[in-house]
């Protein structure tokens, strides 16, 4: 058997639901067609980054109440980098 990198242990299913998926796809087609907004109500400009469109589409799916893990916090995120500076 394949020993797995990380330590936890995730009991079986998906991280993901289906409906996640298709909002991110949606997102992805927009960031295409270029009609994909940043911003609360679509006042930024226009989306370019892909990783930037999968995470407006999350967010979707998220606001919709799909199966999406929550957010990491920004706190969380600073304590990590400046860890590794040192």
Do not use: D, F
């Not at 992805?28 to 009609?35: A, D, E, L, Q, S």
């Not at 006042?43 to 919709?64: D, N, P």
Request: net charge positive.
């Amino acid at each position: 058997m394949a020993a797995r990198k990380s330590g936890r242990k995730r009991s079986g299913g998906r991280k993901y639901g289906k409906s996640a998926s298709k909002s991110v796809e949606s997102a992805m087609r927009r960031r295409k067609r270029g009609t994909l907004k940043s911003g609360k109500g679509g006042r930024g400009g226009k989306v370019k980054s892909r990783k930037q469109a999968i995470a407006i589409g999350l967010s979707e799916a998220r606001e919709k109440g799909a199966k999406v893990p929550r957010k990491r916090s920004s706190s969380r995120k600073r304590s990590s980098s400046r860890k590794r500076r040192s």
